[in-house]
């Protein structure tokens, strides 16, 4: 399939300016759900793949922890990490095109003073997401943040009351949730926001470089069928609007 995608429906791309064309990316990520694996497989590593093919860029990766993965990119190290909000950071290049979207869900306890209703229901609070995640971007009310690195010590501090609420991606909740057998009836889940998943790109001329190839190729690929059958592939919705 992702053969097809390279030659079969391959287009040329305007010139690039004065920067010589990248032959290769180096992507860092951290190990995300069947998202990002160390062996460069799973649906976000082929989704890249499946753009960069296209112009004849070879895609290289690396697994770090996600802070480590961010630093590498400020560092101008990579050319890229997987995957960011928009605006998460104020340093790097973020395209046009998105390529996931992602569930942020609210856990709390079951029987708490103070059931989620929306994001209103935060003010104020004492709320936990991961580490360098930067939600109160995003969530526009104030409240009383703590960063943890990881679900787990959330859920514990849930248990302790030393928060209100944690919010974090539904997958990612769904791995521990799973793993650690945690048992949900002692807790309530709820939808707070969707957030457009991003390549973010060193800002470099190679980053800027490899940023205009991503955007004019998922132009046209966002609605290729070829494409959109990684993401049902995968059990994955696709992202983009009809």
């Keep these: 399939m992702l053969a097809a995608l390279a030659v079969g429906v391959a287009v040329p ?13 180096s992507l860092v990520s951290d190990a995300w759900h069947d998202l990002t694996r160390k062996d460069g497989t799973g649906l976000y590593f082929e989704l890249i793949r499946a ?17 480590r993965a961010v630093s590498m990119v400020r560092d101008r190290k990579a050319d890229a990490w997987v995957a960011s909000f928009l605006h998460e950071k104020d340093f790097p290049l973020y395209p046009k095109w998105h390529f996931d979207r992602n569930a942020q ?9 103070h059931p989620f209703k929306d994001q209103a229901s935060l003010a104020h609070r004492k709320v936990a997401w991961l580490r ?9 009310v104030p409240m009383q943040v703590t960063e943890v690195d990881t679900i787990a010590s959330a859920f ?5 009351d030393r928060i209100d609420y944690f919010v974090g991606a539904r997958s990612d909740l769904a791995d521990h949730i799973r ?5 949900m ?4 889940m709820e939808f707070v926001m969707h957030l457009g998943l991003f390549l973010a790109f060193a800002d470099t001329p190679r980053g800027a470089a490899l940023r205009t190839i991503w955007d004019q190729q998922m132009e046209t690929l966002h609605r290729d069928p070829a494409f959109l059958a990684i993401y049902k592939k995968y059990g994955n919705e696709v992202p983009f609007d009809k």
């Excluded at 514990?156 to 302790?160: A, F, I, K, V, Y």
């Excluded at 793993?179 to 048992?183: E, M, N, W």
Aim: charged share 25%; glycine share 8%; net charge positive.
């Design 105 to 113: 869900m609210v856990v709390y306890r079951a029987g708490s003073a």
């Design 13 to 25: 791309a305007p010139a690039l300016g004065r920067t010589e064309r990248p032959q290769d990316i």
């Design 185 to 188: 009836a002692r807790y309530r």
């Design 132 to 140: 360098d995640f930067g939600l109160d971007r995003y969530i526009q």
């Design 51 to 67: 753009v960069y093919a296209r112009a004849g860029v070879q895609v290289r990766t690396q697994i770090l922890p996600y802070a």
């Design 179 to 183: 793993d650690a057998k945690v048992d």
């Design 156 to 160: 514990g501090m849930l248990e302790r």
